[in-house]
């Protein structure tokens, strides 16, 4: 069966750091990934897909960036973080039409 | 502007009875639908899903029902039980051009199923 992880779990990060959040997927191949972003008290805004090594596709300006350097991986970073940043970052894999969330990584920048 | 909209913020429903909770989206490029369930510092949990060119698709309590015309999606659980209690997120899916698709999430609904 198919797994996703990320980590870490929980990140505080002083304004102006980098930073660097992993998602790894199991059991499956050549999966389409994708990071969302969960402000405070708000829906979940796509960030990034990726279809495939080295293929990256932004669906919104901003401070950061993402790499697939493996089938299976993909990162999410930043060279500074602004306080915006804040917030739960979820990668998901796909399917034809359904995704699949990994636990999250909840991002307090200060 | 909000392609994917969920009205209610919240709902509270008793324990046995039937929690209704809706999305109305405005993109007829959408061509599928999903209901997730979300806790707290979790990632959200696939539910269920249907098709555009179906109306109804049910899975032991959940049954989602969709009305192209209206451009509206619900999701029924019934009986409700406590353990329902989450945020639900209503998504739309489109094809990308890329291959993939894009799912764009509503803001969210809080259920609270009293015992």
């Known amino acids: 069966s198919q797994t996703i992880h990320q980590w870490p779990a929980t990140l505080v990060q002083p304004v102006g750091s980098p930073l660097s959040l992993e998602c790894t997927v199991e059991?499956?191949?050549?999966?389409?990934l994708y990071w969302y972003r969960q402000a405070a008290g708000r829906g979940l805004q796509l960030l990034f897909y990726s279809v495939g090594i080295g293929q990256i596709s932004s669906e919104v300006p901003q401070n950061l960036s993402a790499s697939r350097p493996q089938d299976r991986q993909f990162i999410l970073s930043s060279k500074k973080l602004l306080l915006s940043d804040s917030g739960f970052y979820l990668c998901?894999?796909?399917?034809?039409?359904?995704?699949?969330f990994g636990p999250g990584t909840r991002l307090t920048v200060t | 502007d909000q392609q994917v909209k969920q009205n209610s913020p919240s709902l509270s429903v008793q324990e046995g009875r039937i929690s209704i909770l809706n999305c109305d989206y405005t993109n007829s490029m959408f061509d599928y639908f999903l209901w997730y369930k979300k806790y707290p510092a979790e990632g959200p949990t696939f539910l269920i899903s249907?098709?555009?060119?179906?109306d109804k698709n049910e899975d032991g309590r959940f049954t989602v029902f969709l009305n192209k015309s209206a451009k509206h999606l619900s999701l029924h659980i019934v009986p409700s039980q406590p353990g329902d209690s989450a945020v639900y997120f209503c998504?739309?899916?489109?094809?990308?051009?890329?291959?993939?698709?894009?799912?764009?999430f509503g803001g969210g609904t809080r259920l609270m199923v009293k015992p």
């Open positions: 059991g499956t191949s050549n999966p389409n």
């Open positions: 998504a739309a899916s489109e094809r990308l051009k890329d291959a993939g698709n894009m799912l764009t």
């Open positions: 998901a894999w796909s399917r034809p039409n359904e995704q699949y």
């Open positions: 249907i098709s555009s060119i179906k």
